[in-house]
């Protein structure tokens, strides 16, 4: 069941296209397109081209939008192999870190095969969408065992 938004509404908009699989863009609703599962959306950091660049208005499937995440504390470290989102090119790219040095974390992303390194600040803990519900990735595969 996918969750209705209404116009104000913070998301985040998960992108489909090459390169950006799995980013997730943050936005806001303008509007529901009526008899489509479709929304009109202003991204928060996406602008257009040209001279006058403005917020970037795009129209998008219901299947691709999500509530934002709810704001947790900071953690002041994070451990190998948890999952994080790590915020670059205007977009939260989810991850693992694999590795710290000091402040600094690396972290390996599945979707490109790459390891970037991060200072805490442009970090955030990894929460999946469950039945309605935010999850830890680790409560997330907690709860796929007990299926077993």
């Known amino acids: 069941m996918e969750e209705e938004f209404v116009k104000g509404d913070q998301v985040e908009v998960c992108s489909k296209l090459d390169g950006f699989f799995g980013s997730y863009f943050e936005a806001k609703v303008l509007s529901k397109l009526p008899h489509k599962s479709l929304y009109k959306v202003k991204y928060k950091n996406l602008v257009t081209e040209g ?36 915020f670059d090119l205007d977009a939260w790219w989810v991850g693992e870190i694999t590795g710290q040095r000091g402040d600094t974390f ?12 991060y200072p805490l600040e442009r970090l955030r803990r990894h929460l999946d969408l469950v039945n309605g519900k935010w999850v830890s990735s680790a409560t997330r595969q907690q709860l796929a065992l007990l299926r077993f």
């Open 51 to 86: 001279e006058d660049p403005q917020p970037l208005i795009e129209i998008i499937s219901a299947d691709e939008i999500r509530p934002m995440p709810p704001k947790l504390s900071q953690p002041s470290t994070f451990r190998r192999h948890e999952m994080v989102d790590a």
């Open 106 to 117: 690396s972290v390996y992303f599945p979707t490109t095969n790459d390891v970037c390194e």
